[in-house]
């Protein structure tokens, strides 16, 4: 893989020099935390690993690949080394200081109640995920599209109905999901209705600010060759507006989760990610609760990161994709 560095930035020697002082230092803080957990060696040898570590990511980051496939690989290995020396450290530190598994658990602990929760967690996922985010997600996103598309047709409702949509975006989930668990019973329905809520409006708000985003020549070609109002829009606003809506559909793939599971906390069967994290939270026991936590946090990197492989694809054409 050639590679062009910014400037005077490090060469491949001096990075695989980096991640080995990184290795040693972890492997030293490791072998030191059998003998005195609270010795100045430690503390020096934690240290150490997150200088290495954090020197090791700056010098990954000044690489500049020539290939496609190198600048793909190295967006993918710069955040996968940075998370790794946190979760690295989050242990050490944890094990150091003996800090007590109720108040903060180590990442090992979690993957262990991860592993020996599989069934509960699987079946908390399909409930909260598969069920009420996914169902809120399509038709919250669907109808803020649809509207979108027709307030952008009418003055009228583009200066009624946007205000009354930033107000409505603006009302707390904990007041919402209550009212909404009344409306449409306690499974997964009054979950997802408390999503459309969430998305419906950043959709719309988003939807028809990339609407209006074409240039004033571009309308005014269209209008010189004919072309319809439905024309115009298929073939030069709808694809102007794509880097809105993905955005929009970025944003609402977190809220849709985080929606989900606050609105679990008011009323659901005895299933759902929001149900367990609330009843083992009053149980003491964090690890579960840690466990429900990095399984939601999975789901919605996955989730965000697909919609911007889509919208690579689809929005190649944008001046942020271009390299000089």
Same mark, same amino acid.
């Not at 710069?78 to 242990?91: A, Q, R, T």
């Not at 952008?152 to 583009?158: H, V």
């Not at 329905?189 to 209006?212: D, H, I």
């Not at 309308?219 to 794509?242: E, I, N, V």
């Given at each position: 893989?050639?590679?062009?560095?910014?400037?005077?930035?490090?060469?491949?020697?001096?990075?695989?020099?980096?991640?080995?002082?990184?290795?040693?230092?972890?492997?030293? *803080?490791? !072998?030191?935390? &059998? +003998?005195?957990?609270?010795?100045? /060696?430690? @503390? #020096?040898?934690?240290?150490?690993?997150?200088?290495?570590?954090?020197?090791?990511?700056?010098?990954?980051?000044?690489?500049?690949?020539?290939?496609?496939?190198?600048?793909?690989?190295?967006?993918?290995?710069?955040?996968?080394?940075?998370?790794?020396?946190?979760?690295?450290?989050?242990?050490?530190?944890?094990?150091?200081?003996?800090?007590?598994?109720?108040?903060?658990? *180590?990442? !090992?602990?979690? &993957? +262990?109640?991860?592993?020996?929760? /599989?069934? @509960? #967690?699987?079946?908390?996922?399909?409930?909260?995920?598969?069920?009420?985010?996914?169902?809120?997600?399509?038709?919250?996103?669907?109808?803020?599209?649809?509207?979108?598309?027709?307030?952008?047709?009418?003055?009228?409702?583009?200066?009624?109905?946007?205000?009354?949509?930033?107000?409505?975006?603006?009302?707390?989930?904990?007041?919402?999901?209550?009212?909404?668990?009344?409306?449409?019973?306690?499974?997964?329905?009054?979950?997802?209705?408390?999503?459309?809520?969430?998305?419906?409006?950043?959709?719309?708000?988003?939807?028809?600010?990339?609407?209006?985003?074409?240039?004033?020549?571009?309308?005014?070609?269209?209008?010189?060759?004919?072309?319809?109002?439905?024309?115009?829009?298929?073939?030069?606003?709808?694809?102007?507006?794509?880097?809105?809506?993905?955005?929009?559909?970025?944003?609402?793939?977190?809220?849709?989760?985080?929606?989900?599971?606050?609105?679990?906390?008011?009323?659901?069967?005895?299933?759902?990610?929001?149900?367990?994290?609330?009843?083992?939270?009053?149980?003491?026991?964090?690890?579960?609760?840690?466990?429900?936590?990095?399984?939601?946090?999975?789901?919605?990197?996955?989730?965000?990161?697909?919609?911007?492989?889509?919208?690579?694809?689809?929005?190649?054409?944008?001046?942020?994709?271009?390299?000089?």
């Amino acid at each position: 893989m050639s590679v062009a560095r910014n400037g005077a930035g490090p060469g491949p020697g001096a990075i695989a020099l980096t991640g080995g002082l990184a290795a040693m230092a972890a492997i030293a *803080a490791l !072998s030191l935390l &059998g +003998v005195d957990q609270r010795g100045p /060696l430690l @503390i #020096l040898a934690i240290l150490a690993f997150w200088a290495a570590s954090w020197r090791l990511t700056v010098s990954l980051a000044a690489i500049e690949p020539r290939g496609r496939a190198g600048r793909v690989a190295l967006q993918v290995l710069i955040p996968i080394v940075f998370g790794v020396s946190l979760l690295f450290l989050w242990e050490l530190v944890v094990r150091a200081l003996q800090v007590p598994i109720v108040l903060l658990p *180590a990442p !090992s602990d979690i &993957g +262990v109640r991860i592993a020996n929760s /599989l069934p @509960i #967690l699987w079946v908390d996922f399909v409930q909260t995920f598969l069920k009420a985010v996914v169902a809120g997600y399509v038709i919250g996103c669907a109808s803020g599209f649809a509207v979108a598309v027709l307030v952008d047709r009418s003055s009228f409702l583009k200066r009624g109905l946007l205000p009354v949509g930033n107000l409505v975006s603006a009302l707390p989930i904990v007041g919402v999901a209550p009212i909404m668990v009344m409306w449409f019973g306690f499974d997964w329905p009054s979950k997802a209705a408390v999503v459309v809520v969430m998305t419906f409006f950043p959709m719309l708000v988003n939807t028809v600010a990339g609407l209006s985003a074409a240039g004033a020549m571009e309308r005014d070609l269209m209008r010189t060759y004919a072309a319809g109002p439905w024309q115009s829009l298929l073939k030069l606003r709808l694809p102007a507006a794509m880097p809105f809506i993905f955005n929009a559909l970025k944003i609402n793939s977190t809220l849709a989760l985080i929606g989900a599971i606050v609105a679990e906390f008011f009323g659901t069967p005895i299933v759902g990610m929001g149900f367990r994290i609330s009843a083992e939270i009053g149980r003491m026991n964090t690890d579960m609760v840690w466990a429900e936590i990095a399984v939601a946090a999975l789901a919605g990197s996955l989730t965000y990161g697909i919609l911007s492989v889509i919208e690579r694809i689809t929005t190649f054409w944008h001046p942020s994709y271009r390299k000089g």
